[in-house]
């Protein structure tokens, strides 16, 4: 089996085990009825999203937008929406666009960057847990014998964090020690509880996490921040789900992104416009 072939039969899986197919939008329209868009967001910037769902609503009245939140791996599992004529999907970055491609739920001609990810990535750590842990350079040692790292092939972060973790000179001695999250696991719970010793996280996960304003919460430690020199940006991406029911009302909004009043929406909000 080709890698191309490989990549798309492991992202239907994926969609398989959660429980939904790759596409589909539930009923039909009837025909000359306008239906909502359903905006698929990742939860690490759905509350910027959903301000810039607010904007363009403002400015096209008859348009109305619904959200659905999942975490940036378990998006297949939301692809789907019932009663929606048209679909976006935004992800988290260039790898997931490249699977949801791959797999025939977006076609690559009608993928958009619309923002650049400007939140850090960095390794965390229960407050009590992996003692002796307390810089990057730990995560080759003894201390930490298990690390929350996503699939490089279907997760930017997971990508980005391997490019990091490779320039840093410190991937030969974390390579044994990786493992790969549950698409649906609450990480930061998960390492709370022993079942790693660290992870690599978008920082402002813990903030969006039952933390008070924008410190770390009591049961969690920050090892150390990638720095962003040591991997390639992230490109936030749109894109029209292949099988949307009137694509012409979700394509509106996905070319609204680009021009100057999307581009301002997605400022207000708190992201970074692409170009």
């Given at each position: 089996m080709s890698e191309r072939r490989g990549l798309r039969a492991r992202v239907r899986l994926l969609a398989v085990t959660?429980?939904?197919?790759?596409?589909?939008?539930g009923e039909r329209a009837q025909e000359g009825e306008r239906g909502p868009v359903l905006l698929h967001v990742p939860c690490v910037i759905s509350a910027p999203m959903v301000q810039v769902a607010a904007a363009y609503r403002a400015s096209h009245p008859g348009v109305e937008i619904r959200t659905e939140t999942a975490k940036p791996l378990?998006?297949?599992?939301?692809?789907?929406?019932?009663g929606a004529t048209g679909s976006v999907?935004?992800?988290?970055?260039?790898?997931?666009?490249?699977w949801l491609v791959s797999a025939g739920a977006v076609e690559a001609a009608d993928v958009r960057t619309i923002a650049i990810n400007t939140y850090p990535l960095a390794v965390i750590a229960a407050a009590e847990g992996a003692p002796g842990a307390d810089e990057l350079s730990d995560l080759a040692g003894p201390a930490?014998?298990?690390?929350?790292?996503?699939?490089?092939?279907?997760?930017?972060?997971?990508?980005?964090a391997t490019q990091a973790l490779k320039e840093l000179g410190l991937w030969d001695g974390?390579?044994?020690?990786?493992?790969?999250?549950?698409?649906?696991?609450?990480?930061?719970?998960?390492?709370?509880?022993g079942k790693a010793d660290a992870a690599v996280i978008f920082e402002d996960c813990i903030f969006a996490e039952g933390s008070t304003g924008r410190s770390v919460p009591?049961?969690?430690r920050v090892i150390g921040r990638i720095p962003a020199d040591t991997h390639s940006p992230i490109p936030y991406q749109a894109a029209v789900l292949s099988g949307a029911?009137?694509?012409?009302v979700a394509r509106a909004f996905v070319e609204f992104l680009a021009t100057p009043a999307?581009?301002?929406?997605?400022?207000?909000?708190?992201?970074?416009?692409a170009g």
């Open positions: 959660l429980g939904i197919g790759l596409l589909g939008c378990a998006q297949l599992a939301e692809a789907g929406g019932e999907i935004i992800t988290m970055g260039d790898r997931e666009m490249e930490v014998k298990r690390i929350y790292i996503e699939d490089p092939e279907l997760s930017s972060l997971g990508d980005r974390v390579a044994a020690k990786v493992v790969r999250p549950d698409p649906n696991a609450m990480v930061l719970a998960e390492v709370i509880a009591k049961t969690l029911e009137q694509p012409e999307g581009r301002e929406a997605l400022k207000k909000a708190g992201l970074e416009p």
